[in-house]
């Protein structure tokens, strides 16, 4: 048995803010795995988040642990503009790499990470955890069951309210985001559109700037086709004022219905609703997950893998460039971005 599969894999996490911090205490609850160093341009968050975890070190330059011999992996929880920059150096210089969604400012950017990871053979996996969440994981594997039959369509909403000043947030501004509420929350949707459909050939929608005085879109709202004919109808905001997500998955004998995430979105629930042959109101099958969200624990689980077995890793760098290429395709049509 090689050492790789004996031994824990040795971590670094590159951002110390909200998502680094649950990226950390995600790692904490894996086995095989051991963080031996967090970096953040603030010295204080990366003291800060080091002290949590005895034994690890706290820098503010991630050339330093790219530079490690000790170190396997890299997990990447900073501003969007920064992802595949710090992405890209880790994979050429051999580091594993789970970087948080969306992966990158554009397609193109994923694109030149994935040619660094070709020659080294560095595995990048794209943070979309919300395919970890309880209820999605459930909804997989009863579509993987056959029970929905040949999919159909798909819908999906997700959105939230913002919050006073929101419109000044580094989210508001193109150049460390990218874009707006499309890039944030509606790549999640996207992501699982795929997941259960499969690619899209037709794209067509468009973003909008409806109530917040920023530069970047606050609405998205998506009309994406397979070649099969299968469409994915997705509706992204942060005007939703009363946090929301909902996902409806239509097979031609059977249906899923998901509401909530936990939290603030509300208690995650799912119901499967299975057609009779005789049609008329199909018996329902409603599950809830009041345990909570472990989807980061089971994503990085999910992420070490990748590594010990040599593994593509999904969502990986494929998907998520395609995910990027959809997001432009509406930003262009939209007149996006307005800098």
Known sequence: MSDKLQNPLRLAIIGCGLIGKKRAAALAKVAGARLVAVCD????????????????????????????????????????????????????????????????????????????????????????????????????EIFESGALGPMMFLRARYG????????????????????????????????????????????????????????????????????AGQTAWL?????????????????RVGKIAIDGLGGSYGPEKLVYYKMLPEMGPPPSFPEEFPAGDASWALETE????DIRLNREPSPGLCEGIRTLEIVEAIYRRSGYPRL
């Open 41 to 140: 341009v603030a010295a204080g968050r990366a003291a800060e988040l080091a002290a949590l975890y005895p034994g690890t070190e706290a820098v503010t330059d991630a050339s330093l642990l790219f530079a490690r011999a000790d170190l396997d992996a890299v997990i990447i929880a900073t501003l969007n503009g920064a992802l595949a920059p710090l992405a890209l150096a880790a994979v050429r210089a051999g580091k594993h790499v789970l970087v948080e969604k969306p992966g990158a400012l554009n397609a193109a950017e994923l694109r030149e990470v994935q040619a660094a990871a070709a020659k080294t053979d560095a595995k990048v996996r794209i943070g979309y955890n919300h395919r970890f969440h309880p209820a999605l994981l459930k909804a997989r």
């Open 302 to 305: 999910a992420f070490l893998a």
């Open 235 to 251: 509706h992204a905001s942060c005007t939703e004022w009363k946090n929301l997500f909902s996902l409806e998955i239509y097979g």
């Open 160 to 227: 939230h309210g913002g919050r006073k000043g929101y419109d000044r947030e580094w989210r508001a501004d193109p150049k460390l985001s990218g874009g707006g509420e499309l890039i944030d929350q509606g790549v999640h949707l996207i992501d699982l559109a795929g997941w259960f459909l499969g690619d899209f050939d037709k794209i067509e929608g468009h973003a909008t700037t409806s109530f917040w005085d920023m530069k970047v879109d606050d609405n998205a709202f998506l009309s994406l086709r397979t070649a």
